[in-house]
């Protein structure tokens, strides 16, 4: 009697399975379709969360992803309760949770039953407003194969429990989803990348003309941050020099404007990173703390605000010495693969155009050198010459006007003349050497000890450690040390002066000092009172140093100049 009754229940379950299959068919099928309908990804996911929860009659939803860093951003949300919409969606932007912390430490692979969500605790403990009976939901890891990308939340007002079946088909939709957002997201990467080197050929067609309109490395360095924020979207960029010994900020893009930054060294925590990056050869990502470090030296608290991430990237100099990076700031928080390979190109587009700006500077001053010699070869030839003979034809006119027996009165002026031609002459020759400088292949101080020799002077030399100077560094203490024993001779009075030399690790220090007669009998003693001292202090400032000048009619004189030294490769 009671079999029958049986045989209509097995039916009547039977018959419900099937149509919960056929319902939870219905509903990835509609998700599939859903999202295939947009290549926005946001878009996407709001459509999908909100399809998801029609079809399964659950009320709110949100969904997080995940990068490799730990850090989440709440991606999308449907009809999240008050208390979770408060100040912009503070609760979904802060904080931590149960199943962050699960996905964060690797213990979070499948579909989870009855999650009590501590973001809806906290609302309820800090009266942040209706909750709508919202108090557990169940979470799912979003992934792309072996590929862990973050996690979807559905919840319902009064729902504790999530069934076996809820739970599967859950897990189903958050593989289509994980998928969905990995090919977004491929998309998107190519997408950018391809932006990206269409304004590379733009930018480096500009940057092979920036090396020809900059006169220096400062120059080139803000014209090169410059072009970065007219063809890219990069809020930030800034390059990085190491300078005696320490990496400091020379320039930088930010607001967009160009500014040249002090040289406040960045600290041991970043320099070691960016030691790192530049021993790696490759673009790297950097720390939120190190992002801050370097846009607070920028000054740029706008900046600050709108950056998401950053990438470093080495300069690779073939210079000896020289060491750079590149750092740019990305304002938005999709895929940087793409920003970070077109940053490592740009490192070598930059590079390379630094390398024909030192070549540039090189064959300048080789243009600068062959017109001195030039120069040098014509007074030479032309008005040394008139002036020897000047001083010939003056003594011989002096000496038939002295022969005879009354002293004839133009004998005293032709005397006259012929003393001034030969200080004349011997002027010329002195500017005709520092035209063009002899012997400085022996080096700078052997140099400068034969020039004083020339000029009547001992000079006595004295040298502190040990390196090799730069040659344009060289030629300019070359230039200075000739005119400050040039005013020794003209004024001191005395026939002897002092060279010292002192080299350190990050400048050198170069001094010529006389015991004469000083600041009391030598009128023109400061920087800009003459034109060879204005000169001297040119020089100095050329370089990134600077030019002293201390004068006491006890003491003589002492010329200084400190001028830095670029760091020096092992």
């Known amino acids: 009697m009671n079999k029958p009754q049986l045989a209509s229940t097995k039916g009547e379950k039977s018959a419900m399975s099937e149509e919960v299959g056929m319902q939870e068919m219905v509903t990835l099928k509609t998700i599939a379709e859903t999202l295939n309908t947009s290549n926005d990804l946001n878009l996407m996911l709001d459509t999908v969360v909100g399809k998801l929860l029609e079809l399964t009659g659950l009320t709110a939803g949100w969904m997080f992803l995940i990068n490799e860093r730990g850090e989440y951003t709440c991606v999308s949300d449907y009809n999240l309760p008050p208390a979770l919409l408060r100040k912009d969606k503070e609760p979904m932007r802060t904080g931590t949770c149960w199943c962050v912390n699960r996905f964060k430490d690797g213990q979070l692979n499948h579909a989870v039953n009855i999650i009590n969500c501590k973001r809806l605790e906290d609302a309820v403990e800090f009266q942040w407003g209706d909750t709508h009976d919202i108090t557990h939901h169940a979470t799912v890891p979003l992934r792309s194969g072996e590929k862990m990308l973050g996690l979807l939340n559905v919840a319902a007002p009064a729902k504790e429990h999530f069934s076996d079946s809820e739970l599967a088909l859950l897990q189903g939709v958050a593989y289509q989803i994980g998928s969905a957002v990995e090919r977004m997201r ?214 038939m006007l002295s022969g005879s027996e009354q002293l004839h009165p133009a004998a005293e002026a032709m005397k006259d003349i012929r003393a001034l031609s030969q200080e004349a002459l011997k002027e010329m020759r002195a500017l005709i050497m520092q035209l063009r400088p002899a012997g400085l292949e022996a080096g700078l101080l052997h140099a400068l000890q034969e020039y004083g020799i020339r000029q009547g002077l001992q000079v006595v030399l004295n040298r502190t450690g040990m390196r090799s100077l730069p040659r344009n560094i060289e030629e300019a203490l070359w230039r200075i040390g000739q005119e400050a024993l040039n005013n020794v001779r003209k004024h001191a009075d005395v026939p002897s002066a002092d060279v010292t030399l002192k080299l350190s690790d990050h400048e050198v220090v170069f001094t010529v000092t006389d015991q004469g007669k000083g600041g009391a009998n030598r009128p023109k003693v400061l920087p800009g009172s003459s034109l060879g001292l204005s000169i001297m202090k040119e020089r100095a400032q050329s370089l990134g140093g600077s030019l002293e000048i201390v004068s006491s009619s006890r003491k003589g004189t002492t010329v200084t100049a400190v001028i830095p030294l670029p760091f020096e490769s092992v």
Request: charged residues 20%; aromatic residues 6%; contains cysteine.
């Open 186 to 399: 491929l998309y998107r990467t190519e997408q950018r990348r391809a932006d990206l080197y269409a304004k590379l050929g733009e930018f480096s067609t500009a940057l092979g003309l920036a090396v020809n309109e900059c006169s220096n490395s400062d120059a080139f360095s803000l014209k090169v941050v410059q072009l970065l924020g007219q063809h890219y979207d990069w809020p930030f960029a800034t390059i990085i020099q190491q300078k005696n010994g320490m990496f400091v900020l020379q320039a930088a893009y930010a607001d967009d404007k160009v500014r040249t930054l002090s040289s406040t060294p960045l600290s041991s925590e970043v320099t070691g990173h960016i030691n790192h990056v530049i021993k790696s050869h490759r673009a790297t990502s950097l720390s939120g703390t190190e992002i801050a470090e370097i846009f607070n030296l920028c000054k740029s608290e706008q900046v600050m605000n709108s950056i998401v991430s950053g990438i470093a990237a080495p300069l690779p100099y073939h210079t000896p010495g020289e060491m750079g990076i590149l750092v740019i700031g990305i304002g938005t928080s999709g895929p940087v693969q793409a920003d970070r390979e077109v940053l490592e190109a740009l490192a070598e587009h930059i590079a390379a155009s630094w390398e024909s700006l030192k070549l540039a500077e090189n064959r300048r001053e080789l243009a600068r050198m062959e017109e001195r010699n030039r120069l040098a070869r014509d007074l030479h030839d032309s008005v040394n010459q008139i002036l020897f003979s000047l001083s010939l034809t003056a003594k011989g006119a002096e000496s």
